[in-house]
């Protein structure tokens, strides 16, 4: 720790030390141990100025405020900036290796890092307290009373090493945030001047900005709400940071939790683009004047089309709880998923439509979209209960309804399919190394199969058959067929979705080259046929970036947000195929179809190169 390349963030000193040291030493990797606000502030700064951030945090999560289907949506931001994040890692120590720190794990291999950073929490500083008699609480913090006094008449102590009460819950708490600090310090002035003023305790409303993402909480999580034994419930909505037809509109995820008996807030977590400051402001302050959820949807909050919807997010959360009270509606939640009927005691409804459904669906639910509903009525059981998912809860909610005033007894996912991806995805997790040296060996092999070197010639083709079935086998793994394989397995946070976009765009990335490189060898000798499929080949090339074009165009993803094709459809939540125009149409049919003859050409010259003797007679093929 003693190390001039190891720091610790506490004062403004601290941080004219570590940019100055980023500055001068320019160093290109960097280590940070802890993920709370400090750890996550820093990452930003030192990834904006070019270092590669990795990230080690003991718990699963970052940002122990949010509960962990919130902080994942935060763990995506982070990672598709380029921060990687060793999560459940515990830090045992560090070791000065040269020009570079060892940060020493305890069930991994050590990290090399230029610089390390320590941000694992904040310990109140209360060694004068204790060494005067002052009465300590939970953690070694000061003991205080409303007054912001000591154990001790006449001494006062206030902000990071005082114990306060909880707002929400009333139990003791070490709440370490620059509001309350500041609340209590003019609480103890005044109070030594004389006066009575009290604090009433604190509620730890934060924000917190992460690149071009905010995270925001107020009051309790449901961990917090399990451990305090109070029974709640919670709703779960994505909704827009102003009128969705004005142009600029951001989607945040809102979840706000509320106590089952007295229907008093809890809680509140907002993760998000704009707006969401101000939501989580407007939340905050109706658990400070004690309102119950339901009250929510009385609040009368300023609305013009820039700034909001007529129906403000916080109405909406309200609007959400008072359907669930009321009977008109009931739901289940992400982590309940598992636990639903399978041996077709129920109906499972997924009312997506087709293509977002194509794209990534809960198992053994059953796609029938919003919009055709009605029609295939007929079809399902009035008997059985129905468990409807969409993408972020209001078109499962709608479906609810319509089924409820049909006689069907139906609940809907909280949060939708959007929540449940991002915290869990029923895919299996595969690294990419093996993957890339089977391509990397496929592409070698074939290069010398080219060249006429007969002996690598058949390993070539055994090594691009071996491709082919990895490909298949990637391909089963992201459609209905991981079910009959009964493939499921759960990943944390979503991340094996990007995975397995980023492994589907390299397959069919290296899929192009070992064509490209088997095409020679299957034109020769005709110099006709050769020119005949190098001519396909460009076309086929010059379709696919147009599709890329019209997909980042049409999706509005940016020229900084430049997945590779697949990982592009995979990762971004919008209805792909309902956005595309009939060229995007044309040209991917045409791209499909050139891929099978692609296949079948190199498929019969393989098993030629392979079987000669046997089946030479197709060889015109």
Same mark, same amino acid.
């Not at 509960?67 to 070791?95: C, K, P, Y």
């Not at 034994?229 to 995820?253: C, E, N, R, T, W």
């Given at each position: 720790?003693?190390?001039?390349?190891?720091?610790?963030?506490?004062?403004?000193?601290?941080?004219?030390?570590?940019?100055?040291?980023?500055?001068?030493?320019?160093?290109?990797?960097? %280590?940070?141990?802890?993920?709370?606000?400090?750890?996550?502030?820093?990452?930003?700064?030192?990834?904006?100025?070019?270092?590669?951030?990795?990230?080690? #945090?003991?718990? &699963? #999560?970052?940002?122990?405020?949010?509960?962990?289907? !919130?902080?994942?949506?935060?763990?995506?931001?982070?990672?598709?900036?380029?921060?990687?994040?060793?999560?459940?890692?515990?830090? $045992?120590?560090?070791? #000065?290796?040269?020009?570079? %720190?060892?940060?020493?794990?305890?069930?991994?291999?050590?990290?090399?890092?230029?610089?390390?950073?320590?941000?694992?929490?904040?310990? *109140?500083?209360?060694?004068?307290?204790?060494?005067?008699?002052?009465?300590?609480?939970?953690?070694?913090?000061?003991?205080?009373?409303?007054?912001?006094?000591?154990?001790?008449?006449?001494?006062?102590?206030?902000?990071?090493?005082?114990?306060?009460?909880?707002?929400?819950?009333? @139990? /003791?708490?070490?709440?370490?945030?620059?509001?309350?600090?500041? /609340?209590?310090?003019?609480?103890?002035?005044?109070?030594?001047?004389?006066?009575?003023?009290?604090?009433?305790?604190?509620?730890?409303?934060?924000?917190? &900005?992460?690149?071009?993402?905010?995270?925001?909480?107020?009051?309790?999580?449901?961990?917090?709400? @399990?451990?305090?034994?109070?029974?709640?419930?919670?709703?779960?909505?994505?909704?827009?940071?102003?009128?969705?037809?004005?142009?600029?509109?951001?989607?945040?995820?809102?979840?706000?939790?509320? +106590? /089952?008996?007295?229907?008093?807030?809890?809680?509140?977590?907002?993760?998000?683009?704009?707006?969401?400051?101000?939501?989580?402001?407007?939340?905050?302050?109706?658990?400070?004047? /004690?309102?119950?959820?339901?009250?929510?949807?009385?609040?009368?909050?300023?609305?013009?089309? *820039?700034?909001?919807?007529?129906?403000?997010?916080?109405? !909406?959360?309200?609007?959400?709880? +008072?359907?669930?009270?009321?009977?008109?509606?009931?739901?289940?939640?992400?982590?309940?998923?598992?636990?639903? *009927?399978?041996?077709?005691?129920?109906?499972?409804?997924?009312?997506?439509?087709?293509?977002?459904?194509?794209?990534?669906?809960?198992?053994?639910?059953?796609?029938?979209?919003?919009?055709?509903?009605?029609?295939?009525?007929?079809?399902?059981?009035?008997?059985?209960? %129905?468990?409807?998912?969409?993408?972020?809860?209001?078109?499962?909610?709608?479906?609810?309804?319509?089924?409820?005033?049909?006689?069907?007894?139906?609940?809907?996912?909280?949060?939708?399919?959007?929540?449940?991806?991002?915290? !869990?995805?029923?895919?299996?997790?595969?690294?990419?190394? *093996?993957?890339?040296?089977?391509?990397?060996?496929?592409?070698?092999?074939?290069?010398?199969?080219?060249?006429?070197? @007969?002996?690598?010639?058949?390993?070539?083709?055994?090594?691009?058959?071996?491709?082919?079935?990895?490909?298949?086998?990637?391909?089963?793994?992201?459609?209905?067929?991981?079910?009959?394989?009964?493939?499921? !397995?759960? #990943? +944390?946070?979503?991340?094996?979705?990007?995975?397995?976009?980023?492994?589907?765009?390299?397959?069919?990335?290296?899929?192009?080259?070992?064509?490209?490189?088997?095409?020679?060898?299957?034109?020769?000798?005709?110099?006709?046929?050769?020119? $005949?499929?190098?001519?396909?080949?460009? %076309?086929?090339?010059? $379709?696919?970036?147009?599709?890329?074009?019209?997909?980042?165009?049409?999706?509005?993803?940016?020229?900084?947000?430049?997945?590779?094709?697949?990982?592009?459809?995979?990762?971004?939540?919008?209805?792909?195929?309902?956005?595309?125009?009939?060229?995007?149409?044309?040209?991917?049919?045409?791209?499909?179809?050139?891929?099978?003859?692609?296949?079948?050409?190199?498929?019969?010259?393989?098993?030629?190169?392979?079987?000669?003797?046997?089946?030479?007679?197709?060889?015109?093929?």
């Amino acid at each position: 720790v003693s190390s001039e390349r190891v720091f610790t963030l506490r004062t403004v000193e601290d941080t004219l030390r570590i940019r100055r040291f980023v500055e001068d030493q320019k160093p290109k990797t960097a %280590v940070l141990a802890g993920g709370g606000f400090i750890g996550l502030e820093m990452a930003e700064n030192l990834a904006e100025m070019g270092v590669s951030v990795t990230i080690v #945090q003991r718990p &699963k #999560q970052l940002l122990s405020p949010l509960d962990a289907d !919130m902080a994942s949506f935060v763990h995506a931001e982070m990672r598709r900036h380029g921060v990687a994040l060793r999560l459940g890692e515990t830090v $045992t120590g560090f070791r #000065q290796d040269g020009d570079s %720190v060892l940060t020493l794990l305890e069930e991994s291999e050590p990290l090399r890092s230029d610089m390390v950073l320590l941000a694992i929490g904040v310990t *109140p500083d209360t060694h004068l307290a204790k060494e005067a008699g002052l009465e300590l609480g939970i953690r070694g913090s000061i003991t205080v009373n409303e007054r912001m006094e000591t154990s001790v008449p006449d001494i006062y102590a206030v902000g990071d090493a005082v114990e306060v009460s909880h707002f929400v819950t009333g @139990q /003791k708490a070490l709440i370490s945030l620059a509001g309350p600090a500041n /609340k209590q310090g003019r609480i103890a002035a005044d109070n030594i001047c004389g006066g009575n003023r009290r604090f009433t305790g604190s509620q730890g409303s934060s924000v917190l &900005k992460l690149f071009g993402l905010t995270a925001a909480s107020t009051g309790i999580n449901e961990k917090a709400a @399990q451990a305090a034994g109070i029974a709640y419930d919670k709703v779960v909505l994505f909704p827009a940071s102003h009128a969705a037809y004005y142009p600029g509109a951001q989607s945040m995820a809102m979840k706000v939790l509320y +106590e /089952k008996e007295s229907l008093r807030l809890l809680g509140a977590q907002i993760v998000g683009g704009e707006g969401v400051d101000k939501r989580i402001d407007v939340l905050a302050t109706a658990i400070r004047a /004690k309102m119950t959820a339901l009250e929510l949807t009385e609040l009368d909050l300023s609305y013009a089309p *820039p700034y909001s919807s007529a129906k403000d997010p916080v109405n !909406m959360a309200g609007f959400m709880i +008072e359907d669930l009270e009321s009977g008109k509606v009931r739901q289940f939640h992400w982590n309940e998923v598992e636990d639903l *009927p399978y041996d077709g005691s129920a109906t499972l409804l997924d009312v997506r439509t087709e293509g977002e459904y194509r794209r990534g669906h809960l198992n053994g639910f059953r796609n029938i979209p919003l919009d055709d509903l009605r029609e295939h009525l007929d079809e399902l059981d009035r008997g059985k209960p %129905v468990y409807v998912n969409c993408q972020t809860g209001l078109r499962s909610y709608l479906a609810c309804r319509l089924l409820t005033q049909y006689g069907f007894s139906c609940a809907h996912l909280s949060g939708g399919y959007a929540i449940f991806s991002m915290f !869990m995805t029923n895919i299996v997790y595969l690294k990419s190394s *093996p993957i890339l040296i089977v391509l990397l060996l496929a592409a070698v092999c074939t290069v010398c199969a080219c060249f006429g070197l @007969q002996g690598l010639a058949r390993a070539g083709s055994i090594v691009f058959v071996l491709f082919i079935l990895s490909t298949v086998f990637l391909c089963l793994v992201a459609s209905d067929s991981a079910e009959i394989l009964n493939i499921h !397995m759960i #990943q +944390e946070d979503g991340i094996s979705r990007i995975i397995r976009g980023t492994l589907e765009s390299t397959s069919k990335n290296a899929e192009l080259f070992v064509l490209l490189l088997l095409l020679p060898q299957i034109a020769k000798p005709q110099k006709k046929r050769a020119c $005949t499929y190098w001519f396909l080949t460009l %076309v086929f090339l010059f $379709t696919e970036v147009t599709q890329f074009i019209i997909l980042s165009v049409l999706g509005d993803f940016g020229m900084k947000q430049m997945f590779p094709y697949y990982a592009l459809t995979s990762v971004i939540d919008i209805s792909i195929f309902q956005r595309l125009d009939s060229l995007h149409v044309t040209l991917w049919i045409f791209t499909a179809l050139f891929r099978c003859t692609l296949y079948t050409i190199c498929a019969a010259k393989c098993a030629n190169m392979l079987f000669s003797k046997k089946i030479s007679r197709f060889s015109p093929l």
